[in-house]
T-cell receptor
Framework: GAVVSQHPSWVICKSGTSVKIECRSLDFQATTMFWYRQFPKQSLMLMATSNEGSKATYEQGVEKDKFLINHASLTLSTLTVTSAHPEDSSFYIC???????????FGQGTRLTVV | RKEVEQDPGPFNVPEGATVAFNCTYSNSASQSFFWYRQDCRKEPKLLMSVYSSGNEDGRFTAQLNRASQYISLLIRDSKLSDSATYLCVVTLNNNDMRFGAGTRLTVKP
């Protein structure tokens, strides 16, 4: 099956610093990658959709200058949380779709804690 | 109105019980439908796709009613290992996935 690897799995950072999260499709080319955020006891909320080589499309209410997404290749997308605040503490998950598929494959998630 | 609505539960059932979850969606242009399972602090994993004709996978049966914009999941003969949060997922035509808030199931001995 298709594998999506997300790194790091957890990170603690200080307020004001930036954190980069990587999402890699290991055995397929991902035409589209998605980034989600999940607060405790809540559902996954789509933050942005990322297509290789083009700018990400952000959902309403998600600051594109704060959550920088780079989809440099068909196997790698990165999410950078800039100037992190404690309220950015959350579980961030990426997913990837193979060309022609509708099924999404999820990374393991990254638990971010901003102190 | 939320795009995808689920009863959050929790559902607490004994082993061997049959339990059903329901989900409604608001966008009539939705293309694809899925049930995902999410264990605590883990990523969602695909449980099964949902088709208009209904589909079954072992103890799990999923149904889709496009006219009513309604999806269901039935679990028969519940196992302790079925304890998880079940997410109803609807995909729009641009592959954007919209998640329900999830229904928490606890199966007890």
């Amino acid at each position: 099956g298709a594998v999506v690897s997300q790194h790091p799995s957890w990170v603690i950072c200080k307020s004001g610093t930036s954190v980069k999260i990587e999402c890699r499709s290991l055995d397929f080319q991902a035409t589209t990658m998605f980034w989600y955020r999940q607060f405790p006891k809540q559902s996954l909320m789509l933050m942005a959709t990322s297509n290789e080589g083009s700018k990400a499309t952000y959902e309403q209410g998600v600051e594109k200058d704060k959550f920088l997404i780079n989809h440099a290749s068909l196997t790698l997308s990165t999410l950078t949380v800039t100037s992190a605040h404690p309220e950015d503490s959350s579980f961030y998950i990426c997913s990837a779709i193979r060309g022609g598929d509708t099924e999404a494959f999820f990374g393991q998630g990254t638990r971010l804690t901003v102190v | 109105r939320k795009e995808v609505e689920q009863d959050p539960g929790p559902f607490n059932v004994p082993e061997g019980a049959t339990v059903a979850f329901n989900c409604t969606y608001s966008n009539s242009a939705s293309q694809s439908f899925f049930w995902y399972r999410q264990d605590c602090r883990k990523e969602p994993k695909l449980l099964m796709s949902v088709y208009s004709s209904g589909n079954e996978d072992g103890r799990f049966t999923a149904q889709l009613n496009r006219a009513s914009q309604y999806i269901s999941l039935l679990i028969r003969d519940s196992k302790l290992s079925d304890s998880a949060t079940y997410l109803c997922v609807v995909t729009l035509n641009n592959n954007d996935m919209r998640f329900g808030a999830g229904t928490r199931l606890t199966v007890k001995p």
